[in-house]
């Protein structure tokens, strides 16, 4: 074939040996798939959701062809080249680069690696004035990534989810699991995959950054019911080295009066990485452990990691099943960590989380040495998966070669543990992960931004990180409180970043308080323990003020699970940019260092040491009020927030009845 031609409900373009398929894929949407190999293929790992059955508009003539799905419409010339535009307008939202004379660069570029794997590159023109949301969550402090490189590979604190928000009024998910990256240049934007066996993108429009978020969770799949204790706080360090020890933090705050939801189990909870059960010696008495904490109302989160060591009553077996992930070149090594055996550095391998007979050994682990007990959810450390050296070239995966598709891994390993839970129960669901992929919210999977340095430049980075993670698909997000590495506890500065860090994480989605508190970064001090890192731990004066936080976060619980729901139903963020229901003003592009928790609430933190004062911009079209004076402004403009160490500026909008202010 040569040409265009209709097959089913898709636009079909054949030319040169490369195949384009465009079908409609939900309401207002579209998916685009090309190869130059033999057909598009449907066997390829998707996370999108088979869609409901939408009319669609298919029509060829001399000029090219045309497809039309509710609002979006895709043109294609005869040589094959896609825009994307309004259908009732025209107006163009996206299209593909044309092919120059002088260059011969086609906009999609396929260059042969070998077998049917292809290094691929789509370039798309960059518009003046736009906007570029989304990408996961990234270290590099931007909100508007426009301009940016972004790197598509799973790391500690950066997380690739592909799915792109922009300010034309669509989203676009790169709908592929390839090392890569995507260059959101000036004069073009380019999506690069390393390797891979064909193109594959979604994209969507909306007339409101709601309509696309719901679009693109209607795609991959909603968050689940968000369970009422993660709406709480969370205690965790690293570590809690024995059975006693955590009991006796989980004691005193209720001894203090001082809410606890859940508690912690960091990890070399472990016999040995890979084995899956409590070390005996450390919790002698884990189900004792577990009634006594709900006793008190306090959830156990146990921490679960995906790696192997040689030394693991399961490797022999894993390993001769094909469980393991595997390495292309020299020995089947990861990375080189230390375990709880005195023979000290060991090399470990990680379970194969793409292959489900793994998925389904790992989970009956857990469920003999953990679930039993009624330990119902867990942290899924490291689980990028975190290597080194990151050759993703030399990984062999059950789903293929790590280039083509590791940056699925965390969202099959939180697959397997949500599939597998909800068959044994009904009971909601959640996983704290640091990486995730597309679709990882419909598993469950809580995200926090990583083992982050404890500074006011990082919790920054973290504003912006968290509502690009918010515009990525995933409504479950946190920070570790006061960041991961350095903090010294004794530190008047620390102290002021951790009360600062405290007052932000009280408005996000989850409120967890975690860390290295040791300013030394030693490996074998992080596996003994870390410094005191409980509510009473930083001196008397931070004391005073996180203990009023905590019953702020309390009073709030109603509203953050409210929101939950609204994420669960209509994939609309928690936590999210001024301009996402303020699109009409301007101004509130601008601002990258405030943000919406919910309808109600604006919240202006403070990220400078030293500041008490901060400018706020309250969003037009409505009034706002101070909710701790009460004094109410008229929106569209900038006002000074005053804001003493014990006080966030925060604003209820129109009048909202949301109990800021401590009623007892």
């Known amino acids: 074939m040569q040409g265009f031609q209709r097959y089913a409900n898709a636009l079909l373009w054949e030319r040169n040996h490369e195949q384009l398929r465009i079908e409609p894929w939900g309401r207002d949407s579209l998916r685009v798939r090309s190869t130059p190999n033999a057909a598009v293929r449907d066997d390829l790992l998707s996370v999108l959701l088979s869609p409901e059955p939408t009319e669609v508009q298919i029509a060829i003539d001399a000029q090219g062809a045309r497809i039309s799905n509710g609002a979006l419409t895709a043109s294609?010339?005869?040589?094959?080249?896609?825009?994307?535009?309004?259908?009732?307008?025209?107006?163009?939202?996206?299209?593909?680069?044309?092919?120059?004379?002088?260059?011969?660069?086609?906009?999609?570029?396929?260059?042969a690696l070998h077998s049917d794997l292809y290094h691929l590159e789509a370039?798309?023109?960059?518009?003046?004035?736009?906007?570029?949301?989304?990408?996961?969550?990234?270290?590099?402090?931007?909100?508007?990534?426009?301009?940016?490189?972004?790197?598509?590979?799973?790391r500690n604190t950066e997380v690739a989810i592909p799915f792109l928000f922009s300010s034309r009024g669509y989203g676009?998910?790169?709908?592929?699991?390839?090392?890569?990256?995507?260059?959101?240049?000036?004069?073009?934007?380019?999506?690069?995959?390393?390797?891979?066996?064909?193109?594959?993108?979604?994209?969507?429009?909306?007339?409101?950054?709601?309509?696309?978020?719901?679009?693109?969770?209607?795609?991959?799949?909603?968050?689940?019911?968000?369970?009422?204790?993660?709406?709480?706080?969370?205690?965790?360090?690293?570590?809690?080295?024995?059975?006693?020890?955590l009991l006796q933090v989980a004691r005193e705050y209720k001894k203090r009066g001082l809410p606890l939801s859940v508690i912690v189990i960091d990890f070399f909870n472990w016999t040995l990485q890979g084995d899956w059960r409590f070390d005996p010696q450390a919790w002698p008495d884990p189900q004792a452990m577990v009634d006594e904490l709900r006793a008190m109302g306090v959830e156990l989160m146990v921490s679960v990691w995906p790696t192997v060591n040689p030394m693991s009553e399961n490797f022999v077996e894993m390993q001769a099943r094909g469980l393991l992930m595997r390495t292309e070149r020299g020995i089947p090594a990861m990375m080189i960590f230390q375990d709880n055996r005195p023979e000290g550095p060991a090399f470990v391998q990680y379970y194969d989380a793409t292959n489900p007979e793994a998925r389904a050994f790992v989970w009956e682990q857990v469920r003999e040495h953990y679930y039993q007990y009624g330990i119902k959810t867990w942290w899924l450390d490291a689980c990028e998966p975190e290597m080194h050296p990151l050759d993703a070239d030399n990984v062999r995966f059950h789903l293929g070669n790590g280039s083509a598709v590791a940056n699925a891994y965390p969202m099959l390993h939180a697959k397997g543990f949500y599939d597998h839970q909800h068959r044994e129960s009904d009971e909601p669901i959640l996983n704290l992960c640091r990486s995730a992929w597309a679709g990882s919210q419909r598993y469950g999977a809580a995200v926090w931004s990583g083992d982050i340095d404890s500074t006011f430049e990082?919790?920054?980075?973290?504003?912006?990180?968290?509502?690009?993670?918010?515009?990525?698909?995933?409504?479950?997000?946190?920070?570790?409180?006061?960041?991961?590495?350095?903090?010294?506890?004794?530190?008047?500065?620390?102290?002021?970043?951790?009360?600062?860090?405290?007052?932000?994480?009280?408005?996000?989605?989850?409120?967890?308080?975690?860390?290295?508190?040791?300013?030394?970064?030693?490996?074998?001090?992080?596996?003994?323990?870390?410094?005191?890192?409980?509510?009473?731990?930083?001196?008397?004066?931070?004391?005073?003020?996180?203990?009023?936080?905590?019953?702020?976060?309390?009073?709030?619980?109603?509203?953050?699970?409210a929101q939950m729901r609204v994420a669960h139903e209509k994939g609309t963020p928690p936590m999210r940019p001024l301009f996402f229901d303020f699109p009409e003003d301007e101004e509130c592009t601008r601002v990258d260092d405030q943000f919406l928790f919910g309808p109600d609430l604006l919240v202006a933190p403070i990220l400078t040491e030293g500041a008490r004062s901060r400018g706020v911009y309250l969003p037009a079209g409505t009034t706002w009020t101070d909710a701790w004076s009460g004094e109410t402004f008229e929106g569209g403009h900038y006002i000074t927030a005053v804001a003493p160490l014990e006080r966030i500026p925060v604003y209820l909008r129109d009048g909202a009845d949301v109990p800021i202010r401590d009623g007892r």
């Open 76 to 111: 294609v010339s005869p040589q094959g080249h896609v825009r994307f535009s309004k259908t009732e307008s025209g107006e163009e939202l996206l299209a593909e680069t044309p092919l120059k004379h002088s260059t011969r660069i086609p906009p999609r570029h396929f260059k």
């Open 123 to 154: 370039r798309f023109k960059a518009y003046e004035g736009e906007r570029l949301y989304g990408l996961g969550q990234h270290q590099h402090g931007l909100l508007d990534q426009k301009g940016a490189v972004v790197e598509l590979a799973q």
């Open 172 to 245: 676009l998910l790169w709908h592929n699991p390839a090392i890569g990256r995507v260059e959101l240049g000036k004069t073009a934007t380019r999506w690069i995959a390393e390797a891979t066996a064909q193109l594959d993108y979604w994209i969507t429009t909306g007339d409101t950054p709601a309509s696309i978020m719901e679009h693109y969770a209607d795609a991959t799949g909603h968050a689940p019911e968000f369970p009422t204790w993660a709406s709480g706080f969370w205690q965790c360090k690293l570590r809690y080295r024995t059975q006693d020890e």
């Open 458 to 561: 990082d919790l920054q980075i973290q504003v912006r990180a968290g509502l690009n993670m918010a515009l990525s698909g995933i409504p479950w997000w946190t920070t570790d409180i006061g960041g991961f590495y350095g903090g010294d506890i004794d530190s008047p500065s620390f102290r002021e970043l951790l009360i600062r860090w405290f007052q932000y994480s009280t408005f996000c989605p989850m409120l967890r308080l975690h860390g290295y508190r040791n300013p030394e970064r030693n490996i074998d001090a992080m596996i003994d323990t870390g410094a005191e890192n409980e509510a009473w731990s930083f001196g008397p004066e931070a004391y005073e003020i996180i203990k009023e936080l905590l019953f702020l976060r309390e009073r709030l619980r109603p509203y953050v699970e």
